[in-house]
C-alpha cells in the first residue's frame, strides 16, 4: 500500500468502525486520521517556509536573477516542495486524496445521521487538507501539467509559469543534490521555449 493511499484507507476502515458502532459518540472516531495528518503532515506544509530567511534567499539569487525579491518569496511560500522533493509529490497525493475522502464523508453524515457539528468539522478537515496538498507539491505539478504554449492568452498563469521555472532552477543551482529540482531543472532547460521563460539571461 503506497503512502498516498495509506491515510485514506485508514479513515474508511474508521468510517466501517463508526458505522458497525451506530452510536452518535462512534461517528466522531472519523476525524481520528485527519486530525493526525492535519497536526502533523499539513502543519509542516504550512510552517516550513519559517524556517526561510527571504532576505538571504534574496541575496543569493541577486546576481543571477530578475526579480529576485518576488522569486525568493515564492520559493519561500513553496520550500516544503523544494526542500523535500518527491516526498512532497507524494504528500500532495496524500492530502488531496484524504480530503476529498473527508467532503464525502461530512455531505454523508449530514444527509443521513444529520450530525451537522461533526459535517462542519469534516468538511473543514476536508477543505483544509485539500488546500494544504495542493500547496506541497504546487510548483512542480503546475509545471507538470501547464504547457507554457497554451498560456499566452492568461498572464497570471504565464506568471505562475516562470516564477515556477525559475524557482525550479534556481533552487537546483543552490541544491545540486536535489534529485526532483534536478530532474525538472533539466527538462526546463532542455526546451528552448521554456527556457526563454526564465526571469534570467544566463542561459
Same mark, same amino acid.
Given at each position: 500500500? !503506497?503512502?498516498n493511499w495509506?491515510?485514506?484507507i485508514g479513515f474508511?476502515? !474508521? #468510517?466501517a468502525i463508526a458505522y458497525? +458502532?451506530?452510536?452518535?459518540?462512534g461517528?466522531?472516531?472519523?476525524?481520528i486520521?485527519?486530525g493526525l495528518?492535519?497536526?502533523t503532515t =499539513?502543519? *509542516?506544509?504550512w510552517?516550513s517556509p519559517?524556517?526561510?530567511?527571504t532576505?538571504?534567499?534574496?541575496? =543569493?539569487l $541577486?546576481?543571477?536573477?530578475?526579480?529576485p525579491?518576488?522569486l $525568493?518569496?515564492?520559493?519561500?511560500?513553496?520550500?516544503i #516542495?523544494?526542500?523535500?522533493g518527491?516526498?512532497s509529490a507524494?504528500?500532495?497525493?496524500k492530502m488531496m486524496?484524504? @480530503?476529498?475522502?473527508? %467532503? +464525502?464523508? =461530512?455531505a454523508?453524515v449530514y444527509? !443521513? +445521521?444529520a450530525l451537522?457539528i461533526? *459535517? #462542519?468539522v469534516?468538511? @473543514?478537515c @476536508?477543505v483544509? %487538507?485539500?488546500v494544504s496538498?495542493k500547496?506541497a507539491?504546487?510548483?512542480?505539478?503546475f509545471?507538470h501539467y501547464?504547457s507554457?504554449?497554451?498560456?499566452?492568452?492568461?498572464?497570471?498563469?504565464?506568471?505562475?509559469y516562470?516564477l515556477?521555472?525559475?524557482?525550479i532552477v #534556481?533552487?537546483?543551482?543552490l541544491n545540486p543534490?536535489n @534529485?526532483?529540482a534536478?530532474?525538472s531543472?533539466?527538462?526546463?532547460?532542455?526546451?528552448q521555449?521554456?527556457?526563454k521563460?526564465l526571469?534570467?539571461?544566463?542561459?
Amino acid at each position: 500500500m !503506497t503512502m498516498n493511499w495509506r491515510s485514506t484507507i485508514g479513515f474508511l476502515i !474508521t #468510517a466501517a468502525i463508526a458505522y458497525a +458502532i451506530d452510536q452518535a459518540w462512534g461517528w466522531w472516531l472519523l476525524l481520528i486520521v485527519p486530525g493526525l495528518v492535519l497536526f502533523t503532515t =499539513a502543519a *509542516a506544509v504550512w510552517l516550513s517556509p519559517l524556517s526561510v530567511d527571504t532576505s538571504k534567499l534574496q541575496e =543569493a539569487l $541577486a546576481a543571477d536573477w530578475e526579480e529576485p525579491d518576488r522569486l $525568493a518569496s515564492y520559493m519561500k511560500k513553496h520550500w516544503i #516542495a523544494f526542500e523535500y522533493g518527491l516526498y512532497s509529490a507524494k504528500v500532495q497525493d496524500k492530502m488531496m486524496n484524504l @480530503g476529498v475522502a473527508c %467532503l +464525502i464523508a =461530512a455531505a454523508t453524515v449530514y444527509f !443521513t +445521521i444529520a450530525l451537522q457539528i461533526l *459535517a #462542519a468539522v469534516l468538511a @473543514g478537515c @476536508g477543505v483544509v %487538507l485539500f488546500v494544504s496538498g495542493k500547496k506541497a507539491n504546487q510548483p512542480f505539478a503546475f509545471l507538470h501539467y501547464a504547457s507554457m504554449r497554451g498560456l499566452a492568452g492568461h498572464p497570471e498563469l504565464m506568471d505562475e509559469y516562470r516564477l515556477a521555472s525559475s524557482a525550479i532552477v #534556481a533552487f537546483h543551482e543552490l541544491n545540486p543534490g536535489n @534529485g526532483m529540482a534536478q530532474s525538472s531543472a533539466e527538462a526546463i532547460l532542455g526546451d528552448q521555449l521554456f527556457r526563454k521563460a526564465l526571469l534570467t539571461s544566463k542561459y
